[in-house]
């Protein structure tokens, strides 16, 4: 059986400033350093899930990547094509628009690692259900599939990825960023939903700071149909609740660093959950590792240019 990540979402130019502190709005902030890096939570997540998609020792599983986007008829987009080629993602399902520039992303980056986005969603607008029809129609071991979807790009995209996903008996994995609010029908069809604090009170209405409100909110997920809640804590890891199981909730600890940059850390962690889910990892397990990937990359500057490689998370012990 061949496990696959199919990755649905965006892809941007991240734009990448790190200075001092971030500008107030009408301040100008000088004296920063500039990078610029292929990201975009989708593409992101797609480059997470194939460094870490490698033949493990530990698993002998190597679930194939395929990413789904739409980018533009431009220098961004073809250097996105071509980093993806680079890391072994497959990228058929992947549509240059003739029309719309590819998506962009303006970043800055204070000393103590807090980040400021702005972005131009651009041909991202544009992926719609056409697109996905046709990549999930590709899918012909739906058990071993595992979706992952975020909310950069068209929310009825989402949700009819979501939907047919479902239907066909694939996990579909939800990371709800950036927070909106979403039909209670669809998040029923979810496998697992992984919003970080901010996106767990949008959802919930709880103001998630600790282990006692990161519980309040999963079980309010649980109540509107999400079988399994996954809400990462930045620095103190992720809490996983899964309804209805004999594991019993528990805040997963996030391996200590010293962070320099959280700009891909959830982007990260999905990822590396997709992955090991597709190997067949249990939901605490595959948590747990996704905590040890996104570790690393708040340890280094920019979104794709900090995700690890699969070696470099399994040297890290339990
Ligand atoms: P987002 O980047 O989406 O806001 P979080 O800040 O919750 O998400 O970070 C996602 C995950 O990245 C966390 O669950 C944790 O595993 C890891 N992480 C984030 N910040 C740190 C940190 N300072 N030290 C170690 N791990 C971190």
Not at 23 to 40: D, H, K, Q, R, S
Not at 268 to 291: M, R, S, T, W
């Amino acid at each position: 059986m061949s496990a696959t990540v199919f990755v649905i979402g965006s892809s941007n130019t991240d734009m990448v400033i790190k200075a001092s502190k971030l500008p107030a709005p009408g301040e100008t902030v000088i004296g920063g350093t500039f990078l610029m890096n292929p990201g975009g939570k989708g593409a992101n997540q797609a480059v997470a899930a194939a460094r870490l998609a490698l033949i493990s020792s530990d698993t002998g599983a190597s679930p194939t990547v395929t990413f789904v986007a739409n980018v533009g008829n431009d220098v961004f987009g073809r250097q996105a094509l071509q980093q993806f080629e680079r890391e072994g993602i497959r990228s058929e399902f992947i549509s240059t628009d003739a029309d719309e520039p590819s998506g962009v992303a303006l970043i800055g980056v204070d000393s103590r690692g807090e980040n400021s986005i702005m972005v131009a969603s651009g041909a991202n607008a544009r992926l719609d259900q056409h697109q996905v029809a046709n990549a999930l129609a590709s899918i012909s071991e739906p058990a071993s599939t595992v979706i992952l979807l975020q909310l950069e790009t068209p929310l009825p995209t989402v949700e009819y990825a979501i939907r047919q996903g479902y239907e066909r008996g694939m996990r579909v994995v939800l990371n709800p960023a950036p927070a909106q609010v979403l039909d209670p029908a669809v998040l029923a069809c979810l496998y697992a939903i992984t919003p970080n604090e901010t996106e767990a009170e949008l959802l919930t209405s709880i103001r998630v700071t600790d282990e006692t409100t990161a519980r309040q909110a999963a079980q309010h997920l649980h109540t509107m149909g999400v079988p399994n809640v996954v809400i990462t804590l930045g620095a103190r890891g992720a809490y996983v609740s899964s309804a209805g199981s004999d594991t019993p909730p528990a805040l997963l600890p996030a391996p200590p660093v010293t962070a320099v940059d959280t700009t891909a850390a959830g982007d990260c962690f999905n990822g590396a959950l997709a992955v090991a889910l597709a190997e067949g990892k249990a939901l605490a397990d595959a948590v747990a590792f996704a905590c040890k990937a996104a570790s690393i990359s708040v340890t280094r500057l920019g979104a794709q240019a900090s995700l690890p490689h699969r070696p470099e998370v399994d040297a890290i012990p339990l």
